[in-house]
């Protein structure tokens, strides 16, 4: 997230306003030199953003639906953005970013307090964002808005790797549209039942319409025990396919969590992809020891931070994995 510390004061901007798909090559532009701005100020001077593939905007569009939303400076150029979305009663806010030359003069703070009055009045219970853990002004700032530090995400990759089949294991995109609604119907109670009240049922969809990806499934007998949401398309715009991102996996238990780390390397290797990424919130230890030892590699991390009084929900059992970044 890309923030710093304020300035004087400076006439503020008009909005928030909708985005649509024809704001898209202006956002992208903003979000490359915005991010890529702050990697230079944490010292990565090498370090450039490049654009997002117009079709990962779409689906951040769509699924955030009127939590997607710009401001617009006196010439009606975009000067900051905040997308935030409201999975259920989870909600999240990423990506956002304030133009440089708005920066610390208290507009980033009405582009969060934005988000948060929206995720509220969608009744969310988990309002949050993840930024990163060096960032120690950006860390500051958030936390000046009542935000609390978390555990760390750590996303680490599994190499995509050929396996044969493997009982239980199918794919969404291999139902009929009828048949594929009660399968998410299935999938939404099963988180249901680990995480009350979020809901990724949108996304399931919105991935499977604008041709992202597929959900993989997992079945011990009759029963349903984990699901994983994941995109081969390129994150990045004008670039291949480089790996299989999992944006949401929920599993029943370890065991369940397990079963699908094979069927994700081979999903993987059938989407033309080099690996899988997968984004593990750090309070479950036993499937983060689970990934290393089935090959997993450390790649990143994110600090992810909730608002007070708005925590992250606690499933009690299984385990719930879930993207707070596009």
Known sequence: MAMRAERPAMLPLSGPFPIS???????NALFSTAFTERYRRDGLVGVR??????AIWRYAIGGAARGAMLWRDGDGAIAAFNVAHASGTEGWMGPLAVREDRQGTGQGKDVVRAGIGHLRAAGCRTIGLETMPRTVDNIGFYSGLGFVPGY???????????AGPKPGIEMLSTHSPLAREDVIAECAGLLAA???????????????ELALGDTLLYRRGDVL???????????????????LRVLKLVAADLDAFEALLQPLA?????????????RMQGEYGAAYAAAVRAGARVRWTD????LQGFPQGATGRGIVLTNWEI
């Open 21 to 27: 798909e024809a704001d898209i090559g202006p956002l």
């Open 49 to 54: 953003v490049p654009p997002l593939n117009p």
């Open 152 to 162: 760390l995400t750590v996303t680490v990759a599994i190499e995509a790797a050929a």
């Open 194 to 208: 680990l995480a009350p009240g979020a809901d990724y049922s949108r996304e399931m969809r919105l991935t499977h």
């Open 225 to 243: 025990a984990a699901f994983a949401l994941c995109h081969a398309a390129p994150l990045v715009e004008g670039r291949s396919r480089e790996e």
């Open 266 to 278: 081979s999903l993987a290797r059938r989407s033309a992809t080099a690996r899988v990424a997968l």
């Open 303 to 306: 600090l992810r931070m909730t």
